[in-house]
């Protein structure tokens, strides 16, 4: 089995607010935000994750939050440094760095880039102010504005931009209107990405009563994907248009399961080893709890092999996000599994008009499955256990 590319995606967990439907591992800044010592904890954590490394070289590496911005390209930059010195960085590395506008005043974007970063990916959500005060959101259009001005005079010249679709109150040519208002930028990649309600956030406690239903928001996808493509961006996962040669690498390596490492509060990883076994691991999730385990030497993170059945669905899980699919091929090389392990599931969906065959035996979600992907990707779930029923 030969091993996949590696990723390292680092996790700074503190916004400045937490919005309304985030159920991301982040934090409303206050005195629990000392910086310094979340850095330090940080590096120490990258020292041990270079044991898990082994050597290999990391084709990418993502700052995610929270929101990385909080921070400053000074303690950016640090960061930076320590991953090229700790790890073998690959040259052409991709180094993304997500922001949103209503921080990026903290320092000028030139010195992110001036830092090491690469790669920027602005927290837009929505171009109508109204949308983004529902949204819980500190900045308003005019600050997206300034901080698209500031990235392109800062040199970027890789940039994505966040929008969100199915927003509370919002009607078909509003979303429509925040897709044309992303294109006018032109940004080398665009996320667009429907509001879900997840569990544990305000949204999900306290549902807006004026969300779009299901037919409008399978209409704002439709129409909004059309304008996308026809002003030359490619889909080329469900939530992802790129223009050609702009695609996420690092997202590309989770979809194609790759491997990654994983530094901070609550940042899970994925790393096969010699043998092929193939682990997941997580951080700590509160700042404070990591920040004492890593300060300890024991932030090595809850540890699990995945059985194989486990394997071939987060494969799919992962793989059948992507307009193009995955060969017979890449499962096995990737999964170290046989392809036999999936077939039979893979026809019954076929059958099922839920996905499709290509030349040189390669599958791909269907354009009925790529709308019911939920139910698509269930078809891989693992069977559940069977007990024996005995008397107590």
Known sequence: MTLPPLSLYAHLPWCVRKCPYCDFNSH??????????YIDALLADLAAESARAAGRVVETVFFGGGTPSFFSAAEIGEIVAEIGRVLRLAENAEITMEANPGTVEHDRLRAYRDAGINRLSLGAQSFNDGSLARLGRIHGASEILNAWCDAERAGFDSINLDLMFALPGQTLEMALEDVRQAILLSPQHLSWYQLTLEPNTVFHAKPPADLPDEELSWAIETEGSELLRAAGYERYETSAHARPGARCRHNLNYWQFGDYLAIGAGAHGKIT??????????????PLSYMQESESGRCDGMREQLAPADIAFEYMLNALRLTDGFTEESFSARTGLPWRFVAPCVQRAAALGLMESAPDSQWAPSAHGRRFLNDLQAMFLPEPP???QRPA
Not at 29 to 37: E, L, M, P, S
Request: proline content about 4%; overall charge positive.
């Open 273 to 286: 080893d010699e043998g092929g076994a193939i682990w997941r691991y997580r951080k700590p999730a509160h």
């Open 386 to 388: 069977v007990y024996s």
């Open 28 to 37: 409303a800044a206050g005195q629990r935000a000392d910086k310094r010592r």
